[in-house]
Nanobody, 122 residues
């Protein structure tokens, strides 16, 4: 069982930046970030394969967010720039235990973090 621990959330003004981190307790394959805005369903944000050579973004964050990983530290990052109030959500890190294919479906991921709150004020 791999544990994921997110950090880096907080309150930021519109136009600002935050970097989220997700530390894994063991080896993982493809990883992703999801978010759940207040009163809405969880949605895909970004995904990355094990080598970091392939990434995939939701249209709503493309060009503003960047996902990356450091396998030596078992950590994946989400750099969020030009934040908007509609980016306000609880952000979750997720990991696949076997497959390295990128997926935007929550059901494809085996491990989840506890979530970190990101609030963007207007």
């Amino acid at each position: 069982q791999v544990q994921l621990v997110e950090s880096g959330g907080g309150l930021v003004q519109a136009g600002g930046s935050l970097r989220l981190s997700c530390a894994a307790s063991g080896r993982t394959y493809a990883m992703g970030w999801f978010r759940q805005p207040p009163g809405k369903e969880r949605e895909f944000v970004a995904g990355i394969n094990w080598s970091g050579g392939r990434t995939y973004y939701a249209d709503s964050v493309k060009g503003r967010f960047t996902i990356s990983r450091d396998n030596a530290k078992n950590t994946v990052y989400l750099q969020m720039n030009s934040l908007k109030p509609e980016d306000t959500a609880v952000y979750y890190c997720a990991a696949r235990s076997r497959w390295d294919d990128l997926s935007s479906s929550p059901g494809a991921y085996d491990y989840w973090g506890q979530g970190t709150q990101v609030t963007v004020s207007s």
